[in-house]
């Protein structure tokens, strides 16, 4: 079963602008990850935010987790045709170790 | 090795074959983690593995699955009988700790006819 749940399930924008993905969760987490998935391929570990943590950055990154409210963003900054990729939210359990994952945002950056 | 690597990377297999899946993970990963992924859709959990030891194995779909990793380093996943159902990509992860970021390999493609 799946811990978490991306929204737009879809997003489409051109060069330049920004992308902001959403996910939520059910349960209690010990940390929150994102990844990128191209199309065939394997994911890639973007970025990584513990529960302690409201806030994290990486390059054009920008995460932001709540875990009041069990949901976190993910902000890419002028985005590049090349993001255009899946990504995905994954989740522990606090007390179980096991990386559940998300439907994923399909995000398509026009050139 | 330098990454995840998976194999065979594309299975063709009849209904009612058996298949194997290996995952050769980053050495000296303890966890490791197997999912399958339909086509357009977010990975499913299938196991977790701990070194040798299997920690979960509740999304295992049915009990035609079966996974090992009896060294502590190389897994495999097993499908018996396989059913037109079981067709998707399976993906192979591992990390070097619990808690810390999931290191992917390409998967391997298993379509049955």
């Known amino acids: 079963s799946q811990q978490g749940e991306e929204d737009p399930q879809a997003l489409s924008i051109q060069e330049g602008e920004n992308a902001t993905m959403n996910c939520s969760y059910k349960t209690s987490i010990n940390n929150l990850q994102w990844y990128r998935q191209n199309s065939g391929r394997g994911l890639v570990h973007l970025i990584l935010?513990?529960?302690?943590?409201r806030e994290k950055h990486s390059g054009r990154l920008r995460v932001t987790l709540d875990t009041s409210k069990k949901s976190s963003s993910l902000l890419i900054t002028a985005s590049r045709a090349a993001d255009t990729a899946s990504y995905f939210c994954a989740t522990d359990l606090w007390n179980n170790n096991d990386m559940r994952f998300g439907a994923g945002t399909r995000l398509t950056v026009k050139p | 090795g330098a990454g995840v690597s998976q194999s065979p990377r594309y299975k063709v297999a009849k209904r009612g074959q058996d298949v194997a899946l290996r995952c050769d993970p980053i050495s000296g990963h303890v966890s490791l983690f197997w999912y399958q992924q339909a086509l357009g859709q977010g990975p499913e959990f299938l196991t977790y593995f701990q070194n040798e030891a299997q920690l979960d194995k509740s999304g295992l779909p049915s009990d035609r699955f079966f996974a090992e990793r009896p060294e502590g380093s190389v897994s495999t996943l097993k499908i018996q009988r396989t059913q037109q159902e079981d067709s998707a990509v399976y993906l192979c992860?591992?990390?070097?700790?619990?808690?810390?970021?999931?290191?992917f390999g390409e998967g391997s493609r298993l379509t049955v006819l």
């Open positions: 935010i513990r529960s302690n943590e």
């Open positions: 992860a591992s990390s070097l700790l619990e808690g810390l970021e999931l290191f």
